[in-house]
Structure formats: structure tokens, C-alpha cells
């Protein structure tokens, strides 16, 4: 949780510099929910979210490196800086997905996958609470359901969407219960060790003959705006958001019960925030002496291997296209 939180602090300070351009979604505050998540899981399972995803790759097994150099858009980036921050994958990773709730379908088509092959594994299908109020979420629940798919669907709640906080946009809060006919469970977000006993409840759920879907609420909450373009204290102020650092900080709130049972002490746990420090600022120098991408990587993976066409429409005009005749 502290190299993520180190990780996104890094991200912030790059984009203010104008390193880093475009979109960009911090997860800082909610390192628990991306920890806590894969701790409970195999390499076999299955995972899907949204554009607030940095946290999700590291833990998917992306190192630092590419993750900064791709938001740097540079060569060696994770996505060959071809990608953003929005677009990050690793082998069962599956994005970092742009457009608000279109992850949902996606990811019970791979839970489908995982069914029809065959395999004993779970899909984990990440949304916001923005997102919670988008029709395409319940038609994914309804297939899911149907088919007794191995999908745990989980809504990252952080209590506010894109400048509106979740009460003003939903006619009802409590997300665990939006999918009717699919069990919902309600989870402390901010709990390293709560979310974790919740994953692999779900997955042991999902597994499950017959027992199909499950859904999940993560309460959690982002300390930043939505996306780096948003102060984040034009709809809530400024000591909402410094209570809840002081008194639920999931790092912090960790810290303590390690050195209440005597697990780590103080000392060593200074240690690993200075490793984490260490490792991420050594990942970044490296990142931006990086390159950037040859121009002729602009026109690859736009279509399937064996299916490119000459030209790109839209991109280069040619007598050929059809609104030029």
C-alpha cells in the first residue's frame, strides 16, 4: 500500500509538471481495495475496473517502471505509451477502461470465458459508484444471473462520482443491494484485511456450482479529485477530506494494528516507507530518460494481426474514403 500511495503521489507531482498529459486518475486512499484484492486471489483469476486502475496493475503484477513510463507516455511503457493512464494491461489484467461502465459487460463476458472453458477461476468486475447508475451494469448482471456466471461485480463506492457526491446522483446509496436477484455484500473499503476476507468469500462464492454471481460494495474514499483536472473541494471541503486521513487512512489504520500485535515495530516500518520511496523515485528517474515512441507505432494495434488495411480512416485522407467521394 505505501509503494501505490508513493506511486500516485509521483503520478501527481508528474502530471503538475506537465509530464504526464491527458487523463489521470489517482487512487490515492483506496490502496486498500487494490492490496486487499490480491492477496485473496490467484494468477488464474480474472480482474477488470475502470480508468482509476494504476494501483490494480501494479498489483496485477505490472512493475513501477513501465506503469510511470507509460503515464509518461514513453516507449517502454506498459502499454508502449501508447495507452495513458486509462489503458494499462497485464496478462489477466484487463484494463483500465475509458468509458464510464462499458468495463461491466466486458468483464461478465470474460467470467463467460472462464465458464465455457472450463476453468476454476473467478472474474472480478470493478465500477464506481458513478458508474453504479449506468444501464449496461444491470443488463450485466441479468446475463450473469442467467448464466450462473463466476463474477463478483464490485462497486468501488468513494462516495462522489465526477464533481457530484453519490447521494445527489442516486436515488439509493446502498450499492450492495442494486443487483436484486444477485447477493450483495457491504464491505469496509479503508480495511486492508476486511476487504480481503470479503474477496475470497466472493470467490469461494463464485465458484460455487450454481451459486453464480456476487456483488460487493468497497466503501473507500479518493483524497484527490475525480481526475487530476479536479481540485476535488468545489462539492466537499476541505476537512471532510483531512478527517478522513486522520482517523481512516487505510495505511495508517494498518500501521497501528501491526504494532498493537507486535508484528512489525516502529523502526521497521519506517524501513519499508523508505524502500518504497526509494524504489518508485529510482523507477521514475528511469522512466524519464526513457524514449518516446517511433512514429510508425502509431499506426500498429488498431486491428488484428492479419486484418490491417492500408490506411487508417480518419487519420490520413485519401481519394479513396468514402466522404471524400
Known amino acids: 500500500m505505501v509503494t501505490m500511495r508513493r506511486m500516485e503521489t509521483t503520478a501527481d507531482t508528474l502530471y503538475k509538471s506537465q509530464l504526464i498529459r491527458g487523463f489521470c486518475h489517482l487512487c490515492t486512499g483506496q490502496e486498500a481495495v487494490g492490496v486487499g484484492l490480491e492477496t485473496a486471489l490467484t494468477q488464474e483469476d480474472k480482474v477488470i475496473t475502470a480508468y482509476r486502475s494504476h494501483g490494480f496493475t501494479y498489483m496485477r503484477k505490472g512493475s513501477i517502471l513501465p506503469i510511470i513510463a507509460e503515464l509518461l507516455g514513453r516507449k517502454n511503457g506498459i502499454s508502449g505509451g501508447k495507452g495513458g493512464s486509462?489503458?494499462?494491461?497485464?496478462?489477466?489484467?484487463?484494463?483500465?477502461?475509458?468509458i464510464v461502465g462499458a468495463q461491466v459487460p466486458l468483464g461478465a463476458g470474460i467470467a463467460f470465458a472462464q465458464k465455457y472453458l472450463g476453468k476454476k477461476a473467478a472474474t472480478f468486475v470493478f465500477y464506481g459508484d458513478g458508474a453504479a447508475n449506468q444501464g449496461q451494469v444491470f443488463e450485466a448482471f441479468n446475463m450473469a444471473k442467467l448464466w450462473?456466471?463466476?463474477?463478483?461485480?464490485?462497486?468501488?463506492?468513494?462516495?462522489?462520482?465526477?464533481?457530484?457526491?453519490?447521494?445527489?446522483?442516486?436515488?439509493?446509496?446502498?450499492?450492495?443491494?442494486?443487483?436484486?436477484?444477485?447477493?450483495?455484500?457491504?464491505?469496509?473499503?479503508?480495511?486492508?484485511?476486511?476487504?480481503?476476507?470479503?474477496?475470497?468469500?466472493?470467490?469461494?462464492?463464485?465458484?460455487?456450482?450454481?451459486?453464480?454471481?456476487?456483488?460487493?460494495?468497497?466503501?473507500?474514499?479518493?483524497?484527490?479529485?475525480?481526475?487530476?483536472?479536479?481540485p476535488g473541494v468545489s462539492y466537499r471541503s476541505r476537512e471532510?477530506?483531512?478527517?478522513?486521513?486522520?482517523?481512516?487512512?487505510?495505511?495508517?489504520?494498518?500501521?497501528?494494528?501491526?504494532?498493537?500485535?507486535?508484528?512489525?515495530?516502529?523502526?521497521?516500518?519506517?524501513?519499508?516507507?523508505?524502500?518504497?520511496?526509494?524504489?518508485?523515485?529510482?523507477?521514475?528517474?528511469?522512466?524519464?530518460?526513457?524514449?518516446?515512441?517511433?512514429?510508425?507505432?502509431?499506426?500498429?494495434?488498431?486491428?488484428?494481426?492479419?486484418?490491417?488495411?492500408?490506411?487508417?480512416?480518419?487519420r490520413e485522407p485519401q481519394e479513396t474514403h468514402f466522404y471524400n467521394k
Open 240 to 314: 471532510e477530506i483531512q478527517k478522513v486521513r486522520s482517523e481512516n487512512d487505510p495505511i495508517t489504520h494498518l500501521k497501528e494494528r501491526l504494532l498493537e500485535a507486535k508484528i512489525l515495530s516502529e523502526a521497521e516500518l519506517k524501513e519499508m516507507d523508505k524502500a518504497a520511496r526509494a524504489e518508485v523515485d529510482k523507477a521514475t528517474s528511469e522512466a524519464k530518460e526513457s524514449e518516446q515512441p517511433d512514429m510508425e507505432t502509431f499506426w500498429t494495434d488498431v486491428y488484428i494481426k492479419g486484418t490491417e488495411v492500408p490506411f487508417l480512416r480518419g
Open 148 to 230: 450462473q456466471l463466476p463474477a463478483v461485480f464490485v462497486c468501488e463506492n468513494n462516495q462522489y462520482g465526477m464533481g457530484t457526491s453519490a447521494e445527489r446522483s442516486s436515488a439509493s446509496t446502498e450499492y450492495y443491494k442494486r443487483g436484486d436477484y444477485i447477493p450483495g455484500i457491504k464491505v469496509n473499503g479503508m480495511d486492508v484485511l476486511a476487504v480481503h476476507q470479503a474477496i475470497a468469500y466472493a470467490r469461494e462464492w463464485a465458484l460455487t456450482e450454481n451459486k453464480g454471481p456476487l456483488l460487493l460494495e468497497m466503501e473507500t474514499y479518493r483524497y484527490g479529485g475525480h481526475s487530476m483536472s479536479d
Open 86 to 98: 486509462m489503458h494499462m494491461f497485464t496478462p489477466n489484467f484487463f484494463g483500465g477502461n475509458g
